[in-house]
């Protein structure tokens, strides 16, 4: 067999990856005509990923014609044996998993522990958490984090819900814990990516976390949007008009101020002088939307409605506390994110309520940046 540069195996291997990633399982052949490559030469880099584990073969009977599939001929993201170490800082808690090269369906945690309020308490509870961990030497640990994330850097560079993490040099840390690559990845890009394959025709969206802050990211033809700066969707740190609230970033009248979980919180109790969880503005907006309620959701369409306009995107993705609201008030922000995305002239503007797959997105995170890029002919 001919040798093949490097960069072109790397390429293909990516592309079968891809391919993969995007379904659950696919023949050899289909794998073969996704890169163009004759079946053997596909066929060797195949092989040469089942050795290392990244995928695995897999019996798949013709669903038409049972029993006319060959054991064998389809394969799948190995889901056996765990090889990444995926974590969610979160305000409230952090969560831990050990996860196989394929993507799960759904959301899943090995441990957690509340997320403490100093870097070395965290360190601390990582290490006792990292002993219900059964994988010992990872490929990769990916971390998502809130905030404005400088992911090449490995830095939080603000987090206005988690001020303590801007300080705190989370790789190293980690690197104390597993002997592997460690890939911070900002907590909505993270979202974002959990999405993409999830259900069939997601290739474009915007995705906005409405939750303790207010986040968004782009996916753009299957690939997170990077902007020139270490920023992501800040969607939350735009200022609305008339709002004076003082927000975690330095700033006064942010988008956040009003629509997370705290500052819907706020706003029922300066209307009603009462009220101080989630569940009391479930019960305030029931029956019928209040003034303030209206307001905050239009606030939030106004910037979504915004950011579809410029990307030219026709869909978003709202996860987090919004998709728990009741139906009047998400039926009332989908109808205002479509009269401000001005696509809804011609066609439609889909905006989807959908789960949060940390999980799913990270591993996707692992895939991309250290499955991927490897050569895996020389592993065993
Ligand atoms: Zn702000």
């Not at 019996?59 to 889901?79: E, M, Q, W, Y």
Request: contains cysteine; proline residues 6%.
């Amino acid at each position: 067999m001919p040798a093949i540069p490097a960069s072109l195996r790397l390429a293909n291997q990516a592309t079968i990856l891809e391919r993969l990633l995007g379904r659950k399982a696919a023949t050899r052949a289909e794998l073969a005509k996704a890169t163009g490559m004759s079946k053997p030469t596909a066929g060797k880099i195949i092989d040469d990923m089942i050795r290392a584990g990244v995928v695995e073969e897999v019996k798949i009977v013709d669903g038409v014609r049972p029993g006319v599939g060959r054991p064998g001929n389809h394969v799948r993201l190995a889901t056996s044996r765990p090889h990444f170490i995926v974590m969610a800082l979160g305000v409230e808690s952090t969560k831990i998993a050990a996860l196989p090269p394929a993507p799960p369906e759904t959301e899943h945690w090995d441990t957690e522990f509340q997320t403490p309020e100093n870097a070395d308490a965290w360190l601390e509870r990582l290490i006792q958490a990292a002993r219900h961990i059964e994988i010992k030497r990872p490929w990769a640990v990916l971390l998502s984090t809130p905030g404005i994330v400088d992911e090449r850097g490995g830095r939080v560079l603000l987090s206005p819900n988690l001020h303590w993490s801007e300080n705190a040099d989370l790789v190293w840390m980690l690197k104390q814990v597993w002997a592997a690559p460690v890939a911070l990845v900002q907590e909505v890009r993270a979202l974002a990516l959990g999405e993409l394959g999830a259900r069939p025709d997601a290739d474009d969206f915007l995705m906005v976390d409405i939750a303790d802050g207010v986040g968004g990211a782009l996916m753009l033809r299957g690939r997170l949007y990077n902007g020139v700066l270490p920023l992501s969707g800040e969607i939350g740190h735009t200022p609305i008009p008339g709002n004076l609230r003082p927000c975690g970033c330095g700033g006064r009248g942010c988008l956040e101020t009003l629509a997370s979980e705290r500052g819907l919180i706020q706003s029922l109790r300066d209307a009603k002088g009462s009220g101080s969880t989630f569940a009391d503005v479930v019960r305030a907006v029931q029956r019928e939307l209040p003034t303030w309620m209206r307001a905050t959701l239009d606030a939030v369409a106004t910037g979504v409605g915004a950011a579809l306009n410029i990307y030219g995107v026709r869909r978003v993705v709202l996860v987090g506390r919004v998709t728990e609201l009741p139906t009047a008030a998400t039926d009332y922000l989908s109808a205002a994110i479509q009269r401000a995305a001005v696509w809804s002239r011609f066609d439609a503007v889909a905006v989807i309520l959908a789960p949060k797959r940390f999980a799913r997105g990270l591993l996707m995170a692992g895939i991309h940046k250290f499955v991927m890029p490897m050569d895996w002919s020389g592993a065993s």
